[in-house]
């Protein structure tokens, strides 16, 4: 009997640090001994940089285009501690769907039979969550991915990002696809920031896996074409990933959230900078805990 594969889907608005907690995720799980696939899913391609010492990879769309006959191994490349590394591509600049690139690359490898062949524990999709075209939510609505998270940190397009995710998996939780694990909060480092992000999680019916801060470790090791678990497997920030690994390694159960409508986000936002005006203040208004 082929062992079970764990495929989950990562997604989060640009720039909020998706691919860097993605590939700490995939090496703090090869550190505990799994065997990890990241799959790059963003048309910039450069979801595994820092896997593989700041080298970019061809892309499966590129070969594709390159050759006749495209092998799935043949777009595979192993960096740190054995994790392999793909990255979907996309099409050239102002021409097709940014999403093609997974379609196509999910096809190819479902064909292939790569992922029984490689014996995985984890198949770790980094998807670009700020953008709703069919190729992105192609993990979801197909249910290749079988729980997804949600990096997001306090700011409110990262939260309405989030929020629009929950309203994708909630429309296809009845039909077979992919459902909720939680939140990964990142960049929480003011007090104010978790209790913005754990009120979210509350009113959306879902759970936080991890409070991740802003760390200059992480910053030290991009620079040097690196994940923190690689260039600072000792520091706090390494130990925090390896915490979330570990969480995301013994969830089983993930579930339908319960998003927000878009008058009900615009109220809770309004909510919160009156709150946070009155902290600014000098006013611990409710909810917000004092000597914050």
Not at 63 to 74: F, P, Q, Y
Not at 147 to 172: C, E, P, W
Not at 212 to 230: A, D, F, N
Request: glycine letters at 10%; hydrophobic letters at 40%.
């Amino acid at each position: 009997m082929a062992k079970k594969i764990k495929q989950i889907a990562i997604y989060g608005k640009g720039g909020i640090g998706k691919s860097t907690t993605t590939s700490n995720l995939s090496a703090a799980l090869s550190v505990l001994g799994f065997k990890v696939m990241q799959f790059g899913c963003d048309p910039k391609s450069d979801s595994t940089n820092t896997l593989r010492a700041g080298q970019y990879i061809p892309t499966v769309l590129d070969t594709i285009r390159e050759k006749t006959v495209v092998k799935a191994h043949d777009v595979i490349y192993q960096g740190f501690n054995g994790i392999y590394c793909v990255e979907s591509g996309g099409p050239a600049p102002g021409v097709g769907c940014a999403g093609r690139g997974i379609i196509t690359a999910v096809e190819l490898f479902k064909q292939q039979k790569v992922f029984d062949e490689l014996d995985l524990d984890f198949v770790i999709y980094d998807v670009l969550g700020d953008v709703v075209c069919g190729g992105f939510a192609m993990p979801i609505r197909e249910g290749i991915a079988e729980h997804v998270f949600t990096v997001s940190s306090s700011d409110f397009m990262s939260v309405y990002a989030s929020n629009n995710l929950f309203k994708g998996i909630k429309k296809y939780s009845n039909s077979g696809g992919a459902l909720l694990g939680g939140i990964i909060a990142n960049s929480i480092n003011a007090g104010y920031s978790r209790d913005i992000i754990d009120d979210f999680a509350a009113r959306t019916k879902t759970r936080i896996m991890e409070y991740i801060p802003r760390s200059i470790t992480v910053t030290q090791s991009e620079l040097r074409g690196k994940t923190t678990v690689e260039a600072a497997p000792d520091s706090e920030q390494a130990k925090i990933y390896s915490a979330l690994a570990e969480k995301i390694a013994a969830h089983e159960v993930s579930d339908t959230p319960s998003p927000l409508e878009i008058h009900e986000l615009q109220a809770w936002a309004a909510s919160w900078s009156d709150q946070l005006l009155e902290l600014e203040s000098g006013v611990v208004a409710g909810g917000i805990k004092a000597g914050i």
